[in-house]
């Protein structure tokens, strides 16, 4: 794998078109778009999933951000970093934790991806509602 300027040094795995959108809003914003690779889970079963992802990290991509905890990528990823311990896994990813991440280029990969935990978490709020949630 490149370790050139342009190369990916994350994964983003999620459903349908959602991990190219986020890779494209953050190459709107930033212009790092191209550190971010996309996966996509449409026509793919999860042996499949799982066979791409244990590609990608044999590839060298050791930070993976997918959608959901519980979701197919999640369990696939899971299931491929068996035996990598170098790999970290970030769920529930936002467009705040890409930005992120991107922005932390300083720090290795997998060191990035857990330095943005902290402003994914902070970027969900609620606004409004007159009330509270029951």
Do not use: Q, Y
């Not at 402003?119 to 509270?132: D, K, M, N, P, Y």
Request: contains cysteine; proline residues 3%.
């Amino acid at each position: 794998m490149s370790n050139g300027p342009d190369a990916p040094r994350a994964i983003v795995a999620a459903h349908g078109d959602l991990a190219a959108g986020l890779v494209s809003a953050v190459e709107r914003i930033t212009g790092r778009g191209a550190m971010l690779s996309a996966m996509s889970n449409v026509a793919l079963g999860a042996d499949e999933m799982e066979a791409a992802m244990r590609a990608r990290i044999a590839d060298g991509l050791h930070a993976i951000f997918t959608d959901l905890p519980s979701g197919s990528w999640t369990m696939a990823t899971r299931r491929a970093m068996r035996g990598n311990d170098h790999v970290v896994l970030v769920t529930g990813v936002n467009l705040a934790a890409l930005l992120e991440f991107v922005m932390r280029d300083d720090l290795a990969p997998a060191d990035a991806a857990r330095a943005c935990i902290d402003r994914a978490r902070g970027a969900i709020s609620l606004v409004g509602g007159g009330g509270r949630a029951s």
